[in-house]
């Protein structure tokens, strides 16, 4: 028998504790061949990562983004942002993209998959929509990161509509950004190892 399973409220979230975030000292920018190269070393090392994009918001009727602009990709311990403006950083981003062997688990990524195609020219191999596997534990509505953080940890994830909404075209990140951006994909890493080692 299948149990129906109630997604969290904003409001229910909003009494939970707040959720630890990753700290700038875990988190790699990667706008170089140097630390393009660093960061693929320390991400093939591990099998599971958590994966998501950002794109610089179109706010023009019929205006067509050219994002990704960032690509976030993290194990458990950190997080590494790709700008994808600069080359070296871009190449070796579609490389990882492409590789098998490697799980890239985010939430509501059908967007983001269809902009790394046309993006990096690469078809995404191993994506993991997490909020696929919670639907199937029984939950009937999209989890998202917030959501999936109350239902695995009690605690409420923080995200900044601040910078949510800013110039990730822009070529010098602001450390808000950074963390943004990073969290994402370092959320989506810990949910996806949670999932895989406990039921939801």
């Given at each position: 028998?299948?149990?129906?399973?109630?997604?969290?409220?904003?409001?229910?979230?909003?009494?939970?504790?707040?959720f630890?975030?990753?700290?700038?000292?875990?988190?790699?920018?990667?706008?170089?061949?140097?630390?393009?190269?660093e960061?693929?070393?320390?991400?093939?090392?591990?099998?599971?990562?958590?994966?998501?994009?950002?794109?610089?918001?179109t706010?023009?009727?019929g205006?067509?983004?050219?994002?990704?602009?960032?690509?976030?990709?993290?194990?458990t311990?950190?997080?590494?942002v790709f700008?994808?403006?600069?080359?070296?950083?871009?190449?070796?981003?579609?490389?990882?993209?492409a590789?098998?062997?490697?799980?890239?688990?985010?939430?509501?990524?059908?967007?983001?998959?269809?902009?790394?195609?046309?993006?990096?020219?690469?078809?995404?191999?191993?994506?993991?929509?997490?909020?696929?596997?919670?639907?199937?534990?029984?939950?009937?509505?999209?989890?998202?990161?917030?959501?999936?953080?109350?239902?695995?940890?009690?605690?409420?994830?923080?995200?900044?509509?601040?910078?949510?909404?800013?110039?990730?075209?822009?070529?010098?990140?602001?450390?808000?950004?950074?963390?943004?951006?990073?969290?994402?994909?370092?959320?989506?890493?810990?949910?996806?190892?949670?999932?895989?080692?406990r039921?939801?």
């Amino acid at each position: 028998m299948n149990t129906t399973r109630t997604t969290p409220s904003k409001d229910d979230i909003a009494l939970l504790p707040e959720f630890p975030r990753l700290g700038l000292d875990r988190i790699a920018l990667v706008n170089s061949a140097v630390a393009a190269r660093e960061a693929v070393a320390a991400l093939r090392d591990h099998a599971h990562w958590g994966f998501d994009t950002e794109s610089k918001p179109t706010f023009v009727q019929g205006e067509v983004s050219d994002g990704p602009h960032i690509l976030q990709l993290a194990t458990t311990e950190r997080a590494w942002v790709f700008q994808l403006h600069d080359p070296a950083s871009r190449d070796l981003a579609a490389q990882v993209m492409a590789e098998a062997g490697h799980s890239k688990a985010g939430f509501g990524l059908g967007d983001d998959t269809k902009r790394i195609r046309a993006k990096l020219g690469v078809e995404p191999v191993g994506v993991i929509e997490l909020n696929h596997l919670f639907r199937a534990s029984g939950y009937r509505k999209d989890m998202g990161v917030k959501g999936a953080v109350a239902v695995l940890f009690g605690q409420r994830f923080i995200k900044s509509k601040k910078a949510a909404t800013s110039n990730w075209a822009n070529p010098r990140l602001t450390e808000g950004q950074l963390i943004y951006a990073a969290n994402d994909a370092w959320a989506a890493a810990v949910v996806h190892e949670a999932l895989r080692t406990r039921a939801p």
